[in-house]
């Protein structure tokens, strides 16, 4: 069993910056990848960011790409999402999830590829 617990949600202002962390308990962590996905209020869940097993390869929506970073630390079963120069249309519950297959692939957008999900983080930014 896999339990993945996000934080560092909150309020900001456009342009802005949040970190967020995902907290991984279970075996394995570092033979998966992870990914960050984020859901708007009337919108379908979409992917954000995904990070290969190892944490040498990343993958990035383009309307993240340049202003957000994935990145882990195995040791400490964590995955994180910097976020700089935040918008409005950030505004979301984002949410961790963990690959389904071992040493699977860290840049699919299908929600079905990931088989464990965190509760959510809200992230809200003002204008």
């Known amino acids: 069993q896999v339990q993945l617990v996000e934080s560092g949600g909150g309020l900001v202002q456009a342009g802005g910056s949040l970190r967020l962390s995902c907290a991984a308990s279970?075996?394995?962590?570092?033979?998966?990848?992870m990914g960050w996905f984020r859901q708007a209020p009337g919108k379908e869940r979409e992917f954000v960011a995904g990070?290969?097993?190892?944490?040498?390869?990343?993958y990035y929506a383009d309307s993240v790409k340049g202003r957000f970073t994935i990145s882990r630390n195995n040791a400490k079963n964590t995955v994180y999402l910097q976020m700089n120069s935040l918008k409005p249309e950030d505004t979301a519950v984002y949410y961790c999830?963990?690959?389904?297959?071992?040493?699977?692939?860290?840049?699919?957008?299908?929600?079905?590829?990931?088989?464990?999900w965190g509760q959510g983080t809200q992230v809200t930014v003002s204008s």
């Open positions: 999830a963990k690959s389904r297959y071992e040493k699977g692939s860290w840049y699919s957008r299908s929600i079905s590829e990931y088989d464990y």
């Open positions: 279970g075996r394995s962590f570092s033979n998966y990848a």
């Open positions: 990070i290969s097993w190892g944490g040498a390869n990343t």
